[in-house]
């Protein structure tokens, strides 16, 4: 079906629509549990592949190829940011990210538009910003003539139609004013939107700006098997909107409930309870150690929705709120991938890293093109 028409081989929403529609046509003889491949290089699922990437101490895509005996040489864009993701995950410290093997977002770290351009968000903590920044990209705009400026669902200011070999001279500007990326474009830890809390609301309950703030800076750079989302919100009045995202904080005044798997895009769902705590201490180490289970367990591509659906919300209940003991070892190997993760994209390439992908192709006359 994918093969020929295309249904279910992008965002995947349809999916469960396909699969009634063949169960229709074919009876008895479909079996929807079947191992979908990867892709057609190979004959394994995703679950199979990342198994067998530990199993078998795999740390090069080329490794995972001849141990798995691929059918192509090189894989396709299906398989390869897969793998270069699992990689990435289960060998922090050993892998060597593969740039090649990254869609053109990643690779250049801005989110391509329409025309060609390019779109620029840089972080700012929980949301929070002050008039040094502002006063930053303001700057940043006129100098670039950048057409357009946004604030985002998020709670950031996006720069949109910005030339591609420009963005090295904006990260730059930028980063003089403090920014880092606010990785926008990544497989990652997106945003953690917040409202004010305590700090300034009347209603509210405990400090979200200040909890929203910690969480991103303990977390941000690290890749995902998809896009996260976050949100703290400092009272059951909800204004940071934190029950429709893939992890939320709602602030009650006995602690911090955590909310999980919500989707406010192609899909529409509430959050699940995770379950209550009563310091932001405990909070961060729930919402660390779920997100981790997600990136050691979940497909490439597969929202956390997704993920805690096929596998149970029960079963994530009892690994990272029960299981003491083990949430604690998915949060340590958090931290430990951190070392490696929490590395400014923008900074390295302002430094001169893969400096040949912002140079644009000499153009050539007419007369050259034909010498």
């Known amino acids: 079906m994918r093969a020929h028409t295309k249904a279910s081989a992008s965002c995947g929403t349809c999916t469960g629509l396909v699969e009634k529609l063949m169960q229709l046509s074919l009876g008895d003889s479909y079996n929807p549990t079947a191992v979908q491949p990867m892709c057609s290089c190979t004959e394994l ?53 593969d740039y090649q093997s990254r869609f053109i977002n990643e690779r250049v770290h801005a989110n391509i538009q329409k025309d060609g351009t390019y779109s620029v968000v840089p972080r700012m903590w929980g949301g929070v910003t002050s008039s ?16 357009t400026v946004k604030v985002t669902g998020g709670q950031r200011i996006d720069m949109l139609g910005i030339r591609k070999e420009d963005l090295p001279a904006v990260w730059a500007d930028l980063g003089q004013a403090g920014f880092v990326s606010g990785h926008a474009y990544a497989k990652g830890l997106r945003t953690v939107k917040t409202c004010v809390g305590s700090d300034w609301c009347r209603f509210g309950t405990q400090d979200s700006t200040g909890l929203g703030v910690r969480i991103e800076k303990f977390m941000w750079g690290s890749w995902t098997p998809a896009k996260v989302k976050m949100a703290v919100s400092g009272c059951p009045r909800n ?20 909310h999980f798997a919500g989707a406010a895009g192609l899909d529409i769902k509430g959050t699940e309870v995770l379950g209550l705590v ?36 029960d079963e994530v209940r009892r690994q990272v709120l029960d299981d003491v003991e083990r949430r604690k070892a998915y949060y340590d190997r958090f931290v430990y991938s951190q070392q490696f993760a929490q590395v400014d994209p923008w900074s390295e390439r302002v430094s001169g890293k893969d400096k040949h992908e912002f140079q644009p192709m000499a153009a050539l006359s007419f007369q050259q093109a034909a010498e």
């Open 239 to 258: 204004c940071a909107e934190a029950t429709c995202k893939d992890v939320g904080v709602i602030c009650v005044d006995s602690g911090f409930e955590i």
């Open 278 to 313: 009563k310091t932001e201490d405990e909070a961060l180490e729930v919402i660390v150690a779920l997100t981790q289970m997600y990136r050691e367990q979940a497909r490439y591509l597969e929202r956390i929705y997704k993920w805690a659906k096929r596998i149970g919300y």
């Open 45 to 97: 699922g995703h679950d199979e592949v990342r198994r067998l990437i530990k199993a078998k101490g795999l740390k090069t895509i080329p490794a995972v190829m001849q141990e798995l005996e691929w059918k192509t040489s090189c894989g396709c864009a299906k398989c390869r940011p897969a793998l270069n993701y699992y990689l990435v995950a289960d060998w922090p410290d050993e892998y060597a990210d």
């Open 132 to 147: 040094k920044e502002l006063r930053a990209i303001a700057d940043v705009v006129d100098k670039f003539a950048i057409p």
